[in-house]
C-alpha cells in the first residue's frame, strides 16, 4: 500500500514538474509559436498565388455499334471511362495549349485537369474541373479544353471507322473479283456442255413394226399394208438434261450480274472512303479539322454531349487562408513545446 502512494507521489511530481518545465519555457513557446504562425501569414497573404477552378459537365453513354451507310461500325471498347480519360491525350493537351499559348508543358496542364467521375454510379456524367491562378483563363481553357476534347475524340473514331471500312471494302472487292472470275469461268464451260447436247431428238423405227400404227396409215393412204414394209416412222423427244442445263446456265448468269452490280456498288462506297479519308487528312494536317464533322462517318457525335459549360470562378480554392493559419499555430506550439523541453532538460542536467 505503501509503495503504490509512493508511486502516485512519483507521478504527481513528475507532471507538476513537466507543466513547470513548459511554463518556465512560456517565452521561448510563444516566440516560436508567434515565429512560425508569422511565417504562414506571410506565406499565405503575400507569397501563395490564388489558384481558381472553373469545372463544366458532360454527358456521354457507352459506344457500342453505330449503322452508318457503308455498315455498321463497332467501337473498340465498352468501358465509357476509356473515352472519359481521352481528354488527357497528347493531342487534347497540345491543341489547348497552341490555342491559348500557354506556357505550360503537357504535364503541367495535364495536372491542372481534374475528372470527377463515379464509375459506381449509374449516372454518365462526369465533371471536368480546370485549376489556374487567374479567374478568367480557368474558365477559357475550360471552354478550349471542352472543345478541343470533343473534336479530337470525334475525328478520331471517324478515321478509325473510315480505316475499318476501308479494309473490310477492300477485302470485300476482292474477294467479289475473284467469284466473278469463277462464275464466267464455270458459265463458259456450261455453255460449251450445252451446245453438244441437242433440246430434241428424234427416233426413227419401221412403220411395220407397229402393227396398228402401219393399219391407220395404210388405211388413211389407202395403201396396201404389205407395201409399207420399206416405210418409216419418226418421232420427236424433248432433251431433259438440255434444258436442266439451260435453267442452270440462266441462273448463272443471273447470279453474275448480281455481283457485277454489287461489285460496282462496293467500289463506289470504297472510292467514297478513301476520298473522305484523304478530306480528313489534309485537314488535320491543315489545322482545319472541325471542317470535316459534317455528320458522315462522324460516328461519336451522338455519345456525348455538355449538360453544363464552365464558369469564371468568383473565389480561389486555395490557398486555403483559416486551415493555413490554424496550421501555422498548431505546429507553432508543437515545435515551441518541444524546444522549451530540450531547453530546460539543458539546463537542470
Same mark, same amino acid.
Given at each position: 500500500?505503501?509503495?503504490?502512494?509512493?508511486?502516485?507521489?512519483?507521478?504527481?511530481?513528475?507532471?507538476?514538474?513537466?507543466?513547470?518545465?513548459?511554463?518556465?519555457?512560456?517565452?521561448?513557446?510563444?516566440?516560436?509559436?508567434?515565429?512560425?504562425?508569422?511565417?504562414?501569414?506571410?506565406?499565405?497573404?503575400?507569397?501563395?498565388?490564388?489558384?481558381?477552378?472553373?469545372?463544366?459537365?458532360?454527358?456521354?453513354?457507352?459506344?457500342?455499334?453505330?449503322?452508318?451507310?457503308?455498315?455498321?461500325?463497332?467501337?473498340?471498347?465498352?468501358?465509357?471511362?476509356?473515352?472519359?480519360?481521352?481528354?488527357?491525350?497528347?493531342?487534347?493537351?497540345?491543341?489547348?495549349?497552341?490555342?491559348?499559348?500557354?506556357?505550360?508543358?503537357?504535364?503541367?496542364?495535364?495536372?491542372?485537369?481534374?475528372?470527377?467521375?463515379?464509375?459506381?454510379?449509374?449516372?454518365?456524367?462526369?465533371?471536368? $474541373?480546370?485549376?489556374?491562378?487567374? /479567374?478568367?483563363? @480557368?474558365? *477559357?481553357? &475550360?471552354? +478550349? =479544353?471542352?472543345?478541343?476534347?470533343?473534336?479530337?475524340?470525334?475525328?478520331?473514331?471517324?478515321?478509325?471507322?473510315?480505316?475499318?471500312?476501308?479494309?473490310?471494302?477492300?477485302?470485300?472487292?476482292?474477294?467479289?473479283?475473284?467469284?466473278?472470275?469463277?462464275?464466267?469461268?464455270?458459265?463458259?464451260?456450261?455453255?460449251?456442255?450445252?451446245?453438244?447436247?441437242?433440246?430434241?431428238?428424234?427416233?426413227?423405227?419401221?412403220?411395220? $413394226?407397229?402393227?396398228?400404227?402401219? /393399219?391407220?396409215? @395404210?388405211? *388413211?393412204? &389407202?395403201? +396396201? =399394208?404389205?407395201?409399207?414394209?420399206?416405210?418409216?416412222?419418226?418421232?420427236?423427244?424433248?432433251?431433259?438434261?438440255?434444258?436442266?442445263?439451260?435453267?442452270?446456265?440462266?441462273?448463272?448468269?443471273?447470279?453474275?450480274?448480281?455481283?457485277?452490280?454489287?461489285?460496282?456498288?462496293?467500289?463506289?462506297?470504297?472510292?467514297?472512303?478513301?476520298?473522305?479519308?484523304?478530306?480528313?487528312?489534309?485537314?488535320?494536317?491543315?489545322?482545319?479539322?472541325?471542317?470535316?464533322?459534317?455528320?458522315?462517318?462522324?460516328?461519336?457525335?451522338?455519345?456525348?454531349?455538355?449538360?453544363?459549360?464552365?464558369?469564371?470562378?468568383?473565389?480561389?480554392?486555395?490557398?486555403?487562408?483559416?486551415?493555413?493559419?490554424?496550421?501555422?499555430?498548431?505546429?507553432?506550439?508543437?515545435?515551441?513545446?518541444?524546444?522549451?523541453?530540450?531547453?530546460?532538460?539543458?539546463?537542470?542536467?
Amino acid at each position: 500500500m505503501q509503495e503504490k502512494n509512493n508511486q502516485y507521489d512519483y507521478d504527481e511530481i513528475s507532471l507538476k514538474e513537466l507543466i513547470m518545465s513548459i511554463w518556465s519555457e512560456r517565452k521561448l513557446i510563444s516566440l516560436i509559436t508567434a515565429g512560425c504562425l508569422l511565417i504562414s501569414i506571410i506565406y499565405t497573404f503575400f507569397i501563395a498565388s490564388p489558384v481558381y477552378e472553373s469545372t463544366s459537365e458532360l454527358m456521354i453513354k457507352t459506344p457500342t455499334t453505330v449503322a452508318t451507310r457503308f455498315g455498321t461500325y463497332e467501337f473498340p471498347s465498352q468501358n465509357i471511362n476509356d473515352y472519359i480519360q481521352y481528354i488527357y491525350s497528347n493531342d487534347v493537351m497540345d491543341r489547348v495549349i497552341k490555342k491559348e499559348n500557354l506556357d505550360m508543358t503537357r504535364a503541367g496542364l495535364k495536372s491542372a485537369v481534374k475528372i470527377e467521375y463515379d464509375a459506381k454510379s449509374e449516372s454518365n456524367s462526369f465533371k471536368v $474541373a480546370v485549376s489556374m491562378d487567374d /479567374a478568367s483563363l @480557368a474558365k *477559357q481553357v &475550360n471552354d +478550349d =479544353l471542352l472543345e478541343q476534347y470533343l473534336e479530337s475524340i470525334r475525328i478520331t473514331y471517324k478515321r478509325n471507322a473510315l480505316e475499318d471500312f476501308i479494309t473490310n471494302y477492300e477485302v470485300s472487292i476482292d474477294n467479289l473479283q475473284e467469284s466473278i472470275k469463277q462464275q464466267e469461268i464455270l458459265i463458259k464451260e456450261t455453255k460449251a456442255l450445252m451446245d453438244t447436247v441437242k433440246p430434241i431428238y428424234t427416233l426413227q423405227k419401221a412403220l411395220f $413394226a407397229d402393227p396398228k400404227s402401219a /393399219a391407220a396409215y @395404210a388405211d *388413211q393412204l &389407202n395403201l +396396201d =399394208l404389205a407395201s409399207l414394209s420399206e416405210h418409216v416412222m419418226t418421232e420427236e423427244y424433248v432433251n431433259n438434261n438440255y434444258f436442266t442445263l439451260e435453267a442452270k446456265y440462266l441462273d448463272m448468269q443471273s447470279s453474275l450480274i448480281n455481283s457485277k452490280e454489287a461489285l460496282v456498288q462496293k467500289k463506289a462506297f470504297y472510292d467514297e472512303l478513301i476520298s473522305e479519308r484523304t478530306l480528313v487528312n489534309n485537314a488535320t494536317s491543315n489545322g482545319e479539322s472541325g471542317k470535316i464533322l459534317n455528320g458522315r462517318m462522324d460516328v461519336f457525335s451522338q455519345n456525348i454531349s455538355v449538360i453544363s459549360k464552365a464558369y469564371e470562378p468568383q473565389r480561389p480554392i486555395s490557398p486555403r487562408k483559416a486551415m493555413n493559419l490554424a496550421i501555422g499555430l498548431v505546429l507553432g506550439l508543437m515545435a515551441g513545446t518541444f524546444a522549451g523541453f530540450i531547453r530546460n532538460y539543458w539546463k537542470t542536467n
